[in-house]
C-alpha cells in the first residue's frame, strides 16, 4: 500500500502544473503597460503565501523585445508558445494584435488584451476595456441629458467615427450633426478655426490620449474654449492631463474616467506601489496599465481555480495549429466567471465575454479641478449627484440649540401614545414615524423641540366666511406652533400660507369600501352556464331527434330484427327504436352514459354520429363554462374614479372634516351637482386625508 502511494503522489506531480507559470507579453512602445504588467507579477508573487487566491501560483514574465512588424512579432509568439506559456497579454497596436490572437485562437491559447477594440467579437480573447458598444451608449446618454440640439463632433480618425455611431444616428430625431477632422498634422488650428466661425457651442472631442493634450491648447488658442462653450471629451484618460490652463477659462468641460481615485480599492493598490509608480495620485494613472495591472490579477485568480479544478500541464505548442492546449478553454472561460475589485473598478464579463456592470465617473473641470459630478453604470443609466458648489455655510441658517414646538396628531402609525408601565412625561409619551423622524431631526442638526397635541385632529382649511385658516396650520400662521408633522396631503391652497419640506411618504386618496360578498347559489345554479334560450334550444332539439329517431328507426329495414334467431321465417320482427327507447337512446348521449340500443342501419349511424358530434360539443361547452361559474366571483367594483362615485346614487360616502379629501369632493361637488337620493345598499365609503 504504501508504495500504491508513492506512485499516486508521484504521478500526480507529474501531471500537475509546474510550481512557475510563464505568461508571455508583447508590448510596444509605451513603457508604463509594461511596467505595470511586471509590477502586478511581482505583487501576486509577494502575496502568494498572504492572499489565499494567489496560493501556489508564481508567475514569470516572458516579455521580448519587439518591433511594430507582424512578421516580426509572429515569430515572437511562435517562440514563447513553442517554450510553453499559459497566456499572451498584449500588444496594444490593433494590427499586430490581431495577428497574435488569430495565432491563439488556433491553438486555443488564453490571449488577454487591455485596449480598446471597435470590432470585439466573441471568442477566446479576453479584454478588460469596456465594449465599444457600450461606450457608443454613454455618449449618446449624456448628449440626450443635455438637450443639445446641434454638435460639432471633432474626431481624429476612423475610429472615433465607430465611437460615435450612436450619436450619428440621432440625425434622424431632428438633432444636427456636423462632423469635423482634425487632420493628419501637428497643426490643428485651421479645422479650429473653421469651427469657431459657425458659432456653435457644442463640442464633442474624440481623439487618442497621445495629441489630446495638444488639441486642448490649441483649441483655447483659437478661442473654442471659451465660457460659451461646452465641450466632451470621450477619452478615459483625461483626468492624467494638465488641465490648469483651462480651470478659469468658464468653459463647461465634462469627461468620463473608469478609475475613481476616491475608491478604495484603488487607494490601496496605489499606495502600494506609489513609489514604483512614481504617480502623484491614481487620477494620474493612465487607463490602459491600470487596466493590464487588473489583467495578471484576473489571470493568477483564474489559474489557482483551474489549477485546483484539474491536474494538468502547460504544454509546448507549434504555431502551425495540429496540437493545441486542451485546458487553454477552461483558462478562459475561468477568467470569464470571476469576479474581482481592481483598479479600474468591478471586473465582470456577461455571457458573450464582453465587460459588464463597469461604473464610469462623469467629472465636470471647475476652478478646483475636476470634480465629480455623476456616475453612469449599465442599469440605471446617467446619475447625477447633488450640487453642493454653492452652498454655503450660513450660520444664521443654523438650528444649533434651538427650540421648537412641534404639532402632531394622534394618528396611527405617525404618533401614538407610548404604552408603558411606567409614567412618562413629556416628549417620552408619544411615539410613532413622524416623532422618530423629529427625533433623528433633532440629533442631526443639533435641535431641541417639545411636541403638542392637536387634541382636534383638525389639519387645517381655509374658511371663507371668516378669511381664517384652522387647525394645525392657523397655528403656525399665528406663531403659536413652529412647525408640524403628520399624515398631512400637500394642497396648491396650504401651500399658499405655509411652506412644507420634502415629503416623505405619497400617497394618493385611496378608497375604501366592503368587498361585496358572493350571493349563497341556488338551487338551479347548475343552469347558469346556458342561458334560457340556449336550454330551450336544446330540449327542442333533444325531442325533435328521439322522435325523428323514431321515425327513421321504422323506415329502415335494417332495424327490423328476428326476436327468434331460431325461426328463420318469423311472423312478427321488431324494432329497437320504439318511442320509448329513441327518448333513452338521445337523453344517454347527453349524459355521455350510453345505452344498450346501438343503431344498425346506415341512415341512424349517421343520425347517431351527428347527434353525438354534437352533444359533445354541447357538454364541452357547458363543463367549461361551470368551471368558470364555479371558480370565478364576479365582482365587479361599483366605480372606477371619482366621476363615477359621485354620479352613482346608491353607495354613501364621506371624508374626514375639513381635511383636503373633503374640500375636493366639495369642489367637486360645486363643478357637478351630486344626486342626493337614499340609498339601496348599506355600503360604507372611508378616504385618506
Known amino acids: 500500500m504504501r508504495q500504491v502511494y508513492v506512485l499516486l503522489i508521484f504521478f500526480t506531480c507529474v501531471l500537475g502544473f509546474p510550481k512557475k507559470i510563464h505568461i508571455g507579453g508583447f508590448f510596444d512602445d509605451d513603457e508604463m503597460i509594461q511596467y505595470s504588467f511586471e509590477l502586478s507579477i511581482r505583487s501576486i508573487n509577494r502575496e502568494r503565501y498572504e492572499n489565499s487566491e494567489f496560493s501556489n501560483v508564481y508567475l514569470v514574465p516572458d516579455v521580448p523585445n519587439i518591433i511594430p512588424d507582424a512578421f516580426d512579432v509572429t515569430t515572437k509568439v511562435c517562440e514563447l508558445v513553442g517554450a510553453g506559456v499559459a497566456a499572451i497579454f498584449g500588444p496594444q497596436d490593433k494590427v499586430i494584435a490581431e495577428h497574435v490572437q488569430s495565432i491563439c485562437d488556433t491553438i486555443e491559447m488564453p490571449y488577454i488584451a487591455a485596449r480598446w477594440d471597435p470590432l470585439q467579437m466573441r471568442g477566446r480573447a479576453v479584454n478588460l476595456y469596456p465594449h465599444a458598444n457600450t461606450l457608443s451608449m454613454v455618449y449618446h446618454a449624456l448628449i440626450q441629458e443635455f438637450e443639445w440640439q446641434e454638435i460639432i463632433i471633432l474626431f481624429e480618425n476612423t475610429d472615433s467615427l465607430l465611437r460615435m455611431q450612436p450619436l450619428l444616428e440621432l440625425r434622424d430625431t431632428g438633432l444636427d450633426i456636423f462632423l469635423y477632422h482634425l487632420g493628419d498634422g501637428s497643426n490643428y488650428r485651421d479645422v479650429m478655426q473653421t469651427i469657431k466661425e459657425t458659432e456653435l457651442e457644442n463640442i464633442v472631442i474624440d481623439c487618442s490620449i497621445k495629441i489630446l493634450g495638444e488639441v486642448l ?7 473654442i474654449l471659451t465660457d460659451k462653450h461646452k465641450v466632451i471629451v470621450t477619452s478615459l484618460d483625461l483626468s492624467t492631463l494638465d488641465l490648469e490652463p483651462y480651470r478659469y477659462s468658464g468653459v463647461n468641460f465634462t469627461g468620463f474616467r473608469l478609475i475613481n481615485p476616491d475608491d478604495t480599492t484603488v487607494i490601496n493598490i496605489f499606495e502600494k506601489h506609489k513609489q514604483e509608480w512614481g504617480l502623484s495620485g491614481p487620477d494620474k494613472l493612465r487607463l490602459e496599465p491600470a487596466l493590464m495591472y487588473d489583467a495578471v490579477q484576473l489571470f493568477a485568480r483564474a489559474f489557482k481555480q483551474l489549477k485546483n479544478a484539474i491536474n494538468g500541464n502547460v504544454r509546448q505548442l507549434p504555431c502551425n495549429g495540429s496540437i493545441s492546449w486542451e485546458h487553454g478553454i477552461s483558462l478562459s472561460n475561468f477568467m470569464r466567471v470571476t469576479e474581482m475589485r481592481g483598479l479600474t473598478g468591478l471586473i465582470k464579463f456577461d455571457t458573450a465575454g464582453f465587460r459588464s456592470n463597469f461604473q464610469l465617473d462623469i467629472v465636470h473641470l471647475q476652478r478646483e479641478g475636476l470634480t465629480k459630478v455623476g456616475v453612469w453604470n449599465s442599469t440605471s443609466g446617467i446619475e447625477w449627484m447633488p450640487d453642493t458648489s454653492s452652498t454655503k455655510p450660513d450660520t444664521e441658517l443654523s438650528l444649533q440649540n434651538k427650540t421648537f414646538l412641534v404639532l402632531i396628531s394622534m394618528t ?9 408601565a411606567a409614567m412618562l412625561t413629556g416628549n417620552e409619551r408619544y411615539e410613532g414615524f413622524g416623532i422618530d423622524i423629529i427625533q433623528e431631526l433633532s440629533k442631526s442638526l443639533g435641535f431641541n423641540y417639545t411636541f403638542e397635541v392637536q387634541t382636534d385632529s383638525v389639519y387645517g382649511s381655509y374658511q371663507n366666511k371668516t378669511g381664517k385658516w384652522t387647525g394645525m396650520i392657523a397655528k403656525i400662521i399665528d406663531g403659536r406652533a413652529d412647525l408640524a408633522i403628520t399624515d398631512l396631503t400637500i394642497t396648491s391652497e396650504r401651500e399658499s400660507a405655509v411652506d412644507f419640506t420634502m415629503p416623505f411618504m405619497n400617497l394618493g386618496i385611496s378608497i375604501l369600501y366592503r368587498k361585496p360578498t358572493k350571493a349563497p347559489p341556488s338551487l338551479f345554479s347548475f343552469l347558469s352556464p346556458f342561458s334560457n334560450d340556449v336550454w330551450l334550444c336544446l330540449l327542442g332539439a333533444y325531442i325533435f331527434v328521439s322522435v325523428l329517431f323514431f321515425v327513421i328507426g321504422r323506415l329502415c329495414p335494417a332495424e327490423w330484427n328476428n326476436p327468434y334467431p331460431c325461426i328463420e321465417e318469423p311472423e312478427v320482427l321488431e324494432n329497437q327504436f320504439t318511442l320509448k327507447n329513441s327518448f333513452w337512446f338521445t337523453i344517454g348521449s347527453i349524459m355521455q352514459q350510453g345505452s344498450e340500443i346501438a343503431p344498425i342501419g346506415f341512415s341512424t349511424r349517421m343520425m347517431a354520429g351527428c347527434w353525438w358530434f354534437f352533444c359533445l360539443i354541447i357538454v364541452s361547452s357547458y363543463t367549461a363554462n361551470l368551471a368558470a361559474c364555479l371558480a370565478i366571483a364576479a365582482n365587479i367594483p361599483p366605480f372606477d374614479n371619482v366621476e363615477e ?25 360645486r363643478i357637478m351637482p351630486i344626486p342626493r337620493r337614499r340609498p339601496t345598499r348599506r355600503t360604507r365609503i372611508c378616504t385618506t386625508t
Open 645 to 669: 362615485l359621485a354620479k352613482q346614487k346608491t353607495i354613501k360616502y364621506g371624508a374626514k372634516s375639513g381635511g383636503s379629501t373633503f374640500e375636493f369632493f366639495k369642489l367637486f361637488e
Open 217 to 223: 491648447r490649441q483649441a483655447q488658442q483659437v478661442g
Open 412 to 420: 396611527k402609525p405617525y404618533g401614538m401614545v407610548k404604552q408603558s
